[in-house]
DNA sequence: CCGTATTACGCTAGCCGTAATGATG
DNA sequence: CATCATTACGGCTAGCGTAATACGG
């Protein structure tokens, strides 16, 4: 059974005249009724009901056409699981919960993998970061904790690697209300104004939940971010990871804030599988733990 | 993508070398080595590590393979499938719940369908019956009700023909204690011993919770239970459609049972799309009723 | 050296297209 | 007579086997 007879039986059980199939597979009309002849013959069951200039699939021939047409989409699948994974091995894909961290990487891997390309993706939640791991979608992931599981005989199923730390500030200007207070909690922002991005992964989920009744300004774009908290008066968030994107203090002052939530640890965790693969790269992190 | 390639590539995955495979599939070494160069070049991602003497699947090779085993699968199935279907389509194959109408349904199908193998099968449940109905593994079934069941449009699904009737009799010899009674019911019968045949479709099941505290005396051969029956005192059970096959009363009588469980109507059941292909058939059996 | 993969070189099986034939509505 | 399926015929592609080459344990 050759992959043009089911292509052919496939697409007839579709137009249901040979002329047709012939036309949309750009071939000759003999060609297709000789395969179908040898198709039969192959088969050694008519699948045809035939009259002198017609031909049509019996009920066995429906259910081959059927079988055909799962046939080729196994084709389909084969090709594009080969080639999606080709894509995947010539670009290093991670994931990450919060935007510090991705910055932070990027220029690691860059070294690492000269010549390879690297495309990251931030979440608000750990979910779908380690189903892309379990996937390979993602070669590692950064979360805000390890992963400890085990497989059935207890060897652990991933590698995590402690890598920078977080700590959240309020930058303020020095008339605020709140300008004095050399620290502060979450819940001492409630009902504020608060200028914030909207893609910084978790940070997202514990700002909106954790600070009561404030109102958010957000912003996507990061410049027009930086420009508006310099211009205004509107407080806005710092963390200690933010001069390593250009972002200065000016005139402001930045008060920590104390919450745990706030103040956090990341973990780069690969399948422990891959260790071998990305040994360097975990070694790397090791090295700008701060 | 041809089908060869496919096959040589599962091959591969299988045993490994091109030489062993060429052994397996009984080709030249050189064909494979072209089909797998081929079958690379066409998919335009490298499957294989090659070194000058050693070629080995890669990780994206392995869920090649993987998919290629998958597609041959698939052609086996479609190549079962289509025999298997061929094979039914020159079987007459019914099911039914009692011996009795599998013996009157035999010749009717033998003489409407002159020349069709004919095969039935017995069961003590109707479960096996309509699923065995639903996957068209039997043509017609026979119950004891007809079935009413309706698509979502509310047209029948199958086609219910009444059949015939049978009803039952304990056959005891003269001297028995229940040998002066007119008419019985199954409890009557409680703690006797009695002689049965085994392969009885759903009158089993009756006789085995309706009796209480009865021995049953089991036996697979007709003819050899026969002939226990008449040469010992022993009870035994006779219908009307006993006499179809030859079962004489001799000396001994035949006092009938009241429970409505062993008077029973059977229905004849097809498939209400197949409806015009069994019209004949269902037009006989109502013929037979008596 | 024996086993393994690849390359080179004809051969030919088999698939294709063109043309012709037959049937149908 | 337009449309569709099948048969006939010749060409040519492409997969095959044999033989030769090269590498490795």
Redesign the interface.
Known sequence: ????MIEQLAALAEHKTLSKVAEVLHISQPAISRSMQKLEEE?????FERTKNRIVLN??GE??AK??Q??LS??R???Y???E??RR?KIFTFGAIAPAPMWELTPIISQLYLGMGIHSELHETETELIQGLENDVYRVIILLHPLEDKDSTGNPLYISTPFIQENLALLVSKTHRLARKKSLFLKDLAGEKLLIHNKIGFWYQVCKTKIPNALFLEQNDLAALSEIANASALPTFVTNMSDRIGIQPSEKLAIPILDKEVNVQFWCICKASKKKDYAALLNAIALVQR
């Open positions: 059974m050759e992959t043009y088969l050694g069951v008519k699948i009920e066995i259910i081959a079988h055909a799962h046939i196994a084709h699948d084969m090709l699981a080969v080639r994974s080709d091995r």
